[in-house]
């Protein structure tokens, strides 16, 4: 991955865990982190971690109903993608330079 890419997923990250939202930092990290979830949205949280496909107006009415903003909603739902995503995109680079080693290794020694 490219140092621009890097640097803008670094950016994109920080500001959804750190930018000005009606969450707590703590909050959405544990959110990006799939982690110590409060108790209003860890179903919601777990469910956009593991199979986000799933994810239905009542799952984010049950959220409301335990006290949860919309906006409380969105900003932990964002974050739980993009923590989901970014240890998908870690594995697959990981993955992928595991795969290449070998063949690095190769050459370094012809």
Do not use: C, N
Not at 76 to 94: K, N, P, S
């Amino acid at each position: 991955m490219s140092d621009a890419s890097a640097r803008l997923r670094k950016a994109v990250v920080e500001r959804v865990l750190h930018g000005p939202g009606t969450t707590t930092g703590d909050q959405r990290r544990a959110a990006f982190d799939s982690k110590d979830v409060p108790e209003a949205a860890r179903a919601l949280i777990d469910k956009v971690s593991k199979t986000a496909w799933k994810v239905t107006d009542e799952d984010v009415a049950a959220a409301k109903a335990a006290g949860l903003s919309e906006d409380q909603i969105f900003e932990l739902t964002v974050a739980a993608a993009l923590g989901q995503a970014t240890r998908q995109l870690d594995a697959a680079l990981a993955a992928v330079d595991a795969a290449l080693a070998p063949e690095a290794a190769t050459k370094e020694t012809a």
